[in-house]
């Protein structure tokens, strides 16, 4: 079997250097502005001798907020003296989407969660996903990958792990959600895993936690504590950084394998009829599509299939055939 060739990326940090550094992930892109031009990702590594490794990233979707700012604080703020080990820290793993404030890279339309283990002779999007795959992933010990809905959802904040056949890594996941403190934590049922980050992370066999911090494409102050919190809370369940973890625990939801999600079957203007994190139950209208085009329409009315809470809500006011209008789940 041929080999995979080497990435094209390279680095201005020294991964096994002590301290902190700032740099960058550098991605050759030749475009019509300049011709040797780069894509510049920024990096940080903060290391204080032997110990554990954590892979700390955000922006795997570039209109995702909650993670870039955390983590570029963190970056910023995290003094060697208080971590034994080593903290990885991406921001905006998807830098080129970051950039133009989308889901996706204007340079090739890739949607980074959806393209690993990428290829280091693919589009950018791949190689990026090739660089993590092969270079950051086999120095790390765990990983956290921070999510929110970007600027098409809203979550409730939750933190996550994955189910897994091994027992015993599946339990050292959900410890680790627990311990990001976030007011939920669960198992998120995703309704496209395939090329996720997350599942070349678990065939790893390493300890994996992501979150969904609200959305809109914006922060919230509240929601930026939470953030805040839980990135420093998740470094000392890992026994990188020095102290107890802080804030009350999560409730924990179950998100059902079985037909979470209410999809929308029209296009319109959407009314909601509960907020995000509300009760509901079987039957309930939490939702209701309006025909904005032709007056006259009775609108179409979406319900609850379960008795739970309101997880997910669509944030764009119009909705299209197709879309995901919202998440549900039990508490547990």
């Known amino acids: 079997m041929t080999s995979l060739p080497q990435s094209p990326i390279s680095t201005t940090i020294d991964y096994d250097a002590d301290g902190t550094q700032h740099g960058h992930l550098v991605l050759p892109h030749s475009r019509d502005d300049a011709a040797y031009g780069a894509v510049m990702i920024p990096i940080a590594v903060i290391k204080n001798s032997d110990?554990?490794?954590?892979?700390?990233?955000?922006?795997?979707?570039?209109?995702?907020?909650?993670?870039p700012l955390s983590l570029l604080k963190l970056a910023n703020t995290l003094d060697p003296a208080e971590i034994t080990g080593r903290v990885i820290i991406v921001p905006t793993m998807n830098q080129p989407a970051f950039a133009a404030a989308k889901r996706t890279s204007p340079i090739d339309d890739g949607n980074l969660n959806r393209m690993f283990p990428g290829r280091p002779n693919g589009t950018h999007t791949e190689r990026i996903a090739d660089y993590f795959t092969r270079t950051l992933l086999p120095m790390a010990d765990a990983v956290l990958d921070i999510h929110d809905g970007g600027s098409t959802l809203e979550f409730i904040p939750m933190a996550s792990s994955l189910a897994l056949d091994d027992t015993a890594a599946e339990a050292r996941g959900v410890a680790a959600a627990e311990a990001f403190r976030a007011p939920f934590v669960t198992k998120l049922v995703e309704l496209d895993m395939l090329g996720m980050w997350d599942l070349v992370v678990a065939e790893a066999g390493l300890p994996f936690v992501t979150t969904e911090l609200g959305g809109t494409g914006s922060t919230r102050p509240w929601i930026v504590e939470i953030c805040d919190r839980g990135v420093r809370n998740i470094l000392h369940h890992w026994g990188v950084l020095a102290g107890e973890l802080t804030g009350p625990p999560s409730q924990r939801i179950v998100v059902s394998a079985d037909d979470p999600y209410v999809i929308g079957g029209t296009d319109g203007l959407i009314e909601w009829l509960v907020e995000l994190g509300d009760p509901i139950a079987v039957g309930q209208p939490i939702a209701r599509v309006?025909?904005?085009?032709?007056?006259?329409?009775?609108?179409?009315?979406?319900?609850?299939?379960?008795?739970?809470?309101?997880?997910?809500?669509?944030?764009?006011g119009l909705v299209k055939m197709g879309d995901a209008i919202a998440m549900q789940a039990y508490l547990d």
């Open 290 to 316: 309006h025909e904005p085009r032709r007056l006259g329409v009775e609108p179409a009315d979406y319900c609850a299939t379960i008795d739970g809470i309101l997880a997910m809500r669509h944030h764009p």
């Open 51 to 67: 110990g554990p490794t954590a892979l700390l990233s955000g922006g795997n979707h570039g209109d995702e907020y909650q993670g």
